[in-house]
């Protein structure tokens, strides 16, 4: 496969309030960018359980996305500051652990951001696309069976 | 028995005038709390000119996306009667028991019968001008106003009909699938009794075609803010796309002129400022550069920039950064250019002439009450205003010269959507009010169909792809989706929908529902943001657990955004609907906890909102606790002398005091602090502390009205020389006599004294019109004295204008400063000295001044305990935040906790009597329930993992969770907002969240990646 | 070593004739050297069977998680932090608890030992102040204590009890010349292949046993995330990714817990250097939160708090 074929899978995870508002308004506006990734909409990021982004890489995704509303603008209040931490953490697990950095990605996209959200897509999936496949961490079923 | 006329219950119905936002708000408020409402639009449906409008400020949300929710909701709630269509004749008897004539015209197509299929439409061979797109295209004679109308029916235009006109075409008749088009209709008049009308029928945008010099109807690309709204919205007659009309080329450079249609006696007979032109073209200044391709050269020109608002002074300078251009000038003359494009010519401030050409003009229209409106109001007994906007004093904002007969909105003076809002929640208050004994009279309970019990079925899934007309389906093969969606496990029924979300579609989904036995749904087709509801909704009519639904977002995550690679949307699209059908088979039923509601309230703050607030909160039944810290009532109004509108404050509050006082349901609790709050919507318990001790007190629901302060100032002298004071101390100096005009010599106004400064970035709202009445007074009482006003913009918004000009015209001198050349103030001998740079004469003045005010800014209280005790938030200026800035202004996010007055932003009298006002309707849609259900989305926690380490109750940020007696989380629902923070911080696997759970996440990311 | 076992002993006895405590955690002679137990005295007479020595590597703590009654621990230095977190984490009841604190002198992996006599079984080893003498059959060797440390008492910082009711013997240095800077997340320097690379290395031997969660005090979840069905987390397989999921969770579980106290490659019967992978974790929170976990009662950890300020760099 060469690189300008590897069309990689993203899975993100946005949380309602924001980023998935933000999602909408550039549909609004006819905000075009790339196609590979896929959402998954939580309450909030304070939602966003680090083994949700495990089981992504278990099941192949080639990149993860999280994002969420701006420090301040939580709608929980303050859900977004306790992932924050939890974030930070974990991502540096998995890094130091071999992930390479650019398969992993984390932002802040307010619902009236749709221009960022628009760029954030395109900067995500160029990141992963130039990693190309995802190496590790992928739970095979056909090779354990 | 006496011989007596017996005094009779009112009726329990009101009728609304207008189908605007402020319409629909003052419905819904008045249907959630117990009145039948008869919703009376002239036009085929509700929507107003907010449906229009392609963002809303300043936060930029999309105007259709969020009113769509508030349309259908108006559209399904059994409390509305919607007549479109039709005008109010005459209303005869009195407030309580009124006898309304209306004329609805003839649709010709049958609400019942039609299904929306457009097919008449596409038929209709008569081309007409389409006035929502404000005639940048066409429509048909058969036509829905647009695509998201409530109702979603089509009509006939008779006037524009070939059958009509001529006697024969009948081509919708023949391919109307449904038998829906009824030639043989007629008008009807219709006799409706209702208890009260509110009169919200807006305004009209003001139509430049007399303005000579603007050209408007000689030049193609001379378009009005309105056109300009329809040219960017999504929806409009170009998809969004930025073009100019002319020649529907991009344009590279776009010139806004404000102030047409306002702020001229010279062309139209509009003294007053339409309050919303500043803000809306700097949105669409700064919207149209983000649409642009080439980096878009935006141009305001403007006389004062007016934004006055929460959050606009932020907004106007955002714009700046963003490189929208601002010229403090009137354009006098606009010629064309042979490509079509325009030469402005104007004189800058400087009064040097300039000449500049420009691809396009937007005309930033003013607001007008629509003629036929005025003769309504007229014909109805309701008193106008010289401006024509409807009158009404300061202190009863909403209500008219006509007892019984309320207004709101822009009818009631130009204004923005979160004001009429506002205004529309406190003309159902004060309608409603009066009609307290006839509550529930006229309603039917909702009926509620029984749940079918899905326990131990299979998923039986049913997919509803939408087309979305061609929204989704111009870009997403939604057959292709439909086959592939047949083919997924649990999946037992497939159909595609035109529009999905309109409301025969959903009648008949309920009835698919039934009828298929389906009890799993997922929706393919936009955003669950918007839309969600309104689905669950038809679950619920279907007898279906509303929880058993998800939403595939392949709209505006997928069709709109991926326009130019239809296959691989269609993959994605199938991918969402994978995901969705694979989320919703694990969904479970869920229950929504049952609240009772403890009918008390709670105001906190005894000024002049809050007085408000607690006063009409007793007077439609409810026992109200007030907590005010000081030792007496009154507010900052203690110290104010008159309203913008020169009504006496102190004799208004002394009468409202004497009431409170008096008033046997209004419990007080002067120089009294809130110590402690805990528990949910219904049932609050707050702990007060007063001279007496502490005291719990039980309510239902809390009025925030805790007010703001004027910031003492530490410039221009002030503390230092007696003669420098704020607006609060010289009100109070002339209200005691301290003070007389007669002695004041010379007067100096500064304005904008720690507001709009970077510490501040927020204009106060209130001290430009507050100064020009004192320069009013003191001229009009000493018409020697020497009245100067330094100001940056004069900000003497709506019909605050006509004090301005009279100010003027007294010979108040009114001086621009700028924010780096301050004015300096100085003592020479005793004699108090301000000196500035006159911009218009390039030089330095001197003026001696025996009286300087400052018109300091409002700070907030920053109460940040009081916040957190109710869990709601506060802004970065220490406002209080509501809940949705435009279409939620008076709610928190939290339940049962309302706000009104300066506690909010700062305002006038007026406004923050509406607020209160506004705050108790919303109030009462809580306590005049007697009980009331939660989300079933809340967290729980599975006793028999949870090893009780507490990293979920330290971080809940509702402290909804506990520790049991056996030290165990517990998660109590009424208090939960559904975060799921808990879940993901847990190590122990113990709380998961209904609906978003661990197993439902995993699911999709499993269904996601497995394609 | 003897003489703090005979005072442990004593303080034991002491305790359960008085009726102070029901129960005395310490530890006792292993069947075979080198392998310490744990061991609960409910008796005067079974307080004789407590010892000291240089072997005393399980962490006790781990049994008094929701142990009913009063009960005493021997608690050096690591033992005592994790009482520390189970008191912040609500698993005990600090006036249920009596801490017989001591100093650590540092323990001895027995695996450093068994590799000085390959092949060759040791029958005993006796105590000396700075040695152990070493015997097996036809063999005998004084070897110098320290250069046989556990990794991670060689690089200990706290060897005194943060919490005791008693206090056995002398307080001691709290450090032992190691600088955990120098050895934690030795694999920072490297770049990601090189990095999985080790990972792979160093987990290609795990066989899911478990023994590393079941001895450490930090993991007593009613149900661990490994066994749970309702989602699954991670497979019970030794497939590559299943083994990386549960090392890797498990770690970000101790996050702002871990005490560093090496009980997990003490049990591990593979050998298996785990504290490479966990010691990024605490040097993160160290590093990223200035937190040690365990200092002190009444601490917030810091999973469950935030600051406005809190670090984002990679936050888009």
């Given amino acids: ?145 | 028995m006496t011989t007596k006329a017996r005094q009779q219950d009112p009726v329990g119905a009101v009728m609304v005038v207008g189908g605007g936002v402020a319409a629909i708000q003052a419905s819904l408020d008045l249907a959630d709390t117990g009145y039948l409402v008869y919703l009376v639009e002239k036009t085929p449906a509700i929507g107003g000119a907010m449906s229009q409008l392609d963002k809303t400020f300043p936060t930029n949300d999309c105007s259709m996306c969020i009113l769509s929710p508030k349309l259908v909701e108006c559209g399904r709630h059994p409390n509305i009667q919607i007549l479109t269509q039709a005008e109010v004749q005459s209303i005869e008897g009195q407030a309580g028991d009124f006898r309304v004539k209306l004329k609805q015209q003839a649709r010709y197509i049958s609400l019942e019968k039609c299904i929306a299929c457009g097919a008449c439409a596409e038929k209709c061979p008569k081309k007409v001008d389409d006035e929502f797109n404000r005639g940048l295209n066409k429509r048909k004679a058969a036509y829905v106003k647009y695509p998201q109308a409530v109702p979603l029916k089509y009509t006939i235009d008779k006037d524009n009909c070939i059958y009509f006109q001529k006697g024969k075409c009948k081509a919708c008749e023949k391919i109307c699938p449904a038998g829906a088009v009824e030639f043989a209709q007629e008008d009807a008049q219709l006799e409706l009794n209702v208890g009260a009308v509110i009169v919200a029928a807006g305004f009209r945008p003001y139509d430049p075609s007399p303005f000579a010099q603007y050209s408007y109807s000689r030049f193609a690309n001379v378009v009005t803010a309105l056109e300009f709204e329809r040219i960017l919205s999504a929806s409009g007659p170009w998809m969004g796309h930025l073009v100019r009309p002319g020649d529907e080329k991009e344009p590279q450079k776009i010139a806004w002129l404000q102030c047409v249609g306002s702020r001229d006696i010279n062309n139209c007979d509009h003294p007053y400022c339409s309050s919303v032109c500043c803000m809306y073209a700097i949105k669409e200044a700064v919207i149209a550069k983000e649409h642009s391709h080439g980096g878009l050269d935006a141009t305001i020109f403007f006389m004062d920039m007016r934004t006055f608002g929460k959050d606009f002074e932020r907004t106007y300078e955002g714009a700046k950064e963003r490189g929208v251009r601002f010229v403090r000038s009137r354009v006098h003359s606009i010629s064309e250019l042979p490509d079509k494009s325009l030469r402005l010519e104007y004189a800058t401030e400087e009064g040097e002439a300039r000449t500049e050409d420009f691809d396009m003009v937007v005309l930033s229209q003013g607001l007008e009450v629509d003629p036929a409106t005025a003769q309504l109001c007229q014909d109805l007994g309701v008193e106008l205003a010289s401006t024509q906007f409807v009158k009404s004093g300061s202190f009863s904002p909403v209500a008219t010269s006509r007892e019984g007969v309320y207004v709101c909105g822009a009818l009631a003076g130009p204004k923005d959507i979160p004001l009429s809002v506002m205004e529309a929640s406190a003309a159902a208050c004060a309608a409603g009010g009066n009609l307290t004994a006839a509550r529930g009279s006229l309603v039917s309970l909702p009926e509620i169909t029984p749940q079918r019990d899905v326990k131990g079925e299979s998923p039986q899934v049913g997919v509803f792809v939408c087309s979305c007309g061609i929204n989704i389906a111009g870009v997403v093969d939604v057959k292709a989706v439909m086959d592939y969606a047949a083919t997924l496990p649990g999946v037992a029924y497939v159909e595609n929908n035109l529009f999905t979300c309109s409301q025969d579609t959903q009648d008949k989904m309920a009835q698919v529902i039934k009828d298929q036995g389906l009890n799993r749904i997922v929706v393919a087709a936009c955003s669950p943001r918007t839309h969600e509801p309104l689905f669950q909704e038809t679950l619920k009519a279907a007898g279906l657990n509303k929880y058993l639904f998800d939403l595939a977002n392949i709209r505006n995550q997928d069709s709109w955004v991926h326009a130019n690679e239809p296959e691989k949307a269609t993959d994605k699209a199938k991918d969402l609907v994978r995901m969705a059908v694979a989320k919703a088979s694990l969904l479970e039923p869920l229950s929504e906890a049952k609240l009772s509601i403890l009918p008390k309230a709670m105001v906190i703050g005894g000024g002049l909102s809050g007085l408000n607030a607690a006063l009409e909160l007793t007077r439609q039944g409810f026992e109200t606790h007030m907590v005010e810290r000081d030792a007496q009532l009154g507010g900052n109004a203690r110290l104010l002398r008159v309203t913008a509108q020169g009504e006496d404050v102190q004799a208004y509050l002394a009468e409202l005091i004497a009431k409170a006082q008096a008033e046997p349901l209004l419990k007080l609790h002067l120089d009294t602090a809130i110590k402690e709050v805990s528990g949910f919507v219904g049932n609050f318990k707050t702990t007060l502390a007063g001279p007496a001790g502490e005291e719990l007190i039980e309510h239902g629901a809390a009025v925030i009205a805790t007010g703001a302060a004027e910031r003492r100032p530490t410039e221009y002298l002030y503390g230092q020389d007696p003669r420098v004071m704020t607006h609060l101390e010289l009100d109070a100096a002339l209200l005691t006599g301290e003070l007389t005009p007669q002695k004041v010599g010379g007067a100096v106004f500064i304005q904008c004294v720690g507001s709009r400064e970077p510490e501040r970035p927020y204009c106060s709202k209130v001290c430009c019109t507050h100064t020009v009445e004192s320069a009013i007074h003191l001229k009009e009482h000493n018409p020697d004295c020497r009245v100067t006003v330094f100001y940056r913009d004069m900000r003497t918004f709506a019909e605050r204008e006509l004090l301005y000009k009279k100010a003027r015209e007294l010979g108040v001198l009114f001086v621009r400063y700028h924010l780096d050349s301050k004015p300096q103030v100085s003592l020479q001998d005793g004699r108090l000295l301000v000196t500035a740079l006159d911009p218009i004469l390039g030089r330095e003045i001197e003026l001696e001044a025996d009286l300087l005010c400052l018109a300091s800014a409002i700070v907030s209280h920053k109460d940040e305990s009081l916040a957190q005790m109710f869990k709601v938030p506060l802004d970065q200026d220490g406002w209080f935040l509501e809940a949705h800035v435009k279409l939620r202004p008076v709610d928190f996010a939290t339940d049962g906790v309302f706000m009104a007055g300066l506690a909010h932003y700062p305002k006038p009298i007026e406004e923050a009597i509406a607020q209160a006002q506004a705050a108790v309707s919303r109030a009462v849609t809580v306590l005049s329930k007697t009980e009331m259900w939660l989300s079933g989305t809340v967290a729980f926690i599975d006793p028999k993992k949870c090893v009780g380490c507490g990293v979920c109750w330290e971080i809940c940020p509702y402290q909804a969770i506990s520790p049991d007696e056996h030290g165990l989380a517990v998660a109590n629902a009424a208090l939960c907002k559904g975060c799921g923070t808990c879940v993901a911080s847990c190590r122990s696997g113990a709380p998961n969240l209904k609906g978003f759970s661990n197993q439902d996440v995993m699911a999709q990311i499993t269904a996601m990646l497995q394609g | 070593m003897e003489a703090i076992a005979q005072k442990i002993r004593e303080a034991a006895k002491k305790l359960l004739s008085e009726g102070k405590v029901d129960v005395v955690i310490g530890y006792a002679k292993g069947s075979v050297p080198m392998r310490e137990y744990p061991y609960f005295a409910y008796t005067p007479e079974e307080a004789e069977n407590l010892t000291w020595s240089s072997f005393c590597c399980n962490n006790l703590a781990l049994y008094t998680i929701r142990r009913p009654g009063r009960m005493a621990v021997v608690a050096q230095g690591c033992v005592s932090r994790n009482l520390v977190n189970l008191i912040n984490e609500n698993q005990i009841k600090r006036e249920n608890l009596y801490v017989i604190g001591l100093n650590s002198p540092g323990m001895v992996d027995r695996r450093k030992v068994q590799a000085l006599f390959p092949g060759k079984t040791i029958t005993e080893v006796i105590e000396e102040p700075e040695h152990l003498l070493v015997k097996g059959q036809g063999f005998e060797e004084r070897i110098e204590r320290k250069k046989f440390l556990r990794s991670n008492c060689l690089t200990c910082v706290q060897r005194n009890p943060v919490i005791s009711d008693e206090l056995i013997g002398q307080a001691g240095p709290e450090g032992h010349g190691g600088n955990i800077d120098n050895v934690a997340a030795p694999w920072e320097k490297l770049i990601p292949a090189e990095r999985w690379a080790e990972m792979q290395e160093t987990f290609k031997d795990c066989i899911r046993c478990y023994a590393c969660r079941d001895a450490c005090p930090l993991c007593y979840c009613y149900v661990c995330f490994v066994d749970e069905a309702q989602p699954q987390w991670c497979a019970k397989s030794q497939d590559e990714a299943d083994v990386m999921t549960f090392h890797l969770l498990r770690a970000f579980h101790c996050a702002g817990r871990c005490t560093d106290c090496g009980t997990c490659e003490s049990a591990c019967p593979q050998g298996i250097k785990m504290r490479r992978l966990t010691s990024k974790i605490e040097k993160d929170i160290r590093e990223l939160y200035g937190y040690r976990p365990g200092m002190e009662i009444g601490a917030q950890p810091p999973m469950s708090l935030f600051k406005p300020n809190d670090p984002q760099d990679f936050i888009k």
């Fill in chain 1, 1 to 145: 496969m060469t690189e300008a074929q590897f069309e990689p899978r993203i899975a993100a995870f946005f949380c309602n309030w924001c980023t998935y508002g933000g999602a909408d308004l550039a549909g609004v506006s006819r905000l075009q960018y790339p196609t590979n990734l896929r959402a998954i909409r939580i309450p909030c990021t304070g939602r966003m359980n680090p083994n949700f982004i495990m089981q992504a890489f278990r099941q192949g995704a080639d990149g993860v996305w999280v994002s969420g509303c701006h420090p301040g603008d939580c709608h929980y209040i303050a859900g977004n500051l306790y992932a924050r931490r939890r974030f930070t953490v974990f991502k540096n697990l998995l890094e130091y652990a071999g992930l390479e950095p650019g398969r992993l990605h984390f932002s802040w996209i307010s619902s009236a951001e749709a221009s960022k959200f628009q760029q954030t897509v395109i900067e995500v999936t160029d990141a992963v696309r130039a990693l190309g496949p995802a190496q590790h961490l992928i739970k095979d079923i056909r090779k354990v069976a």
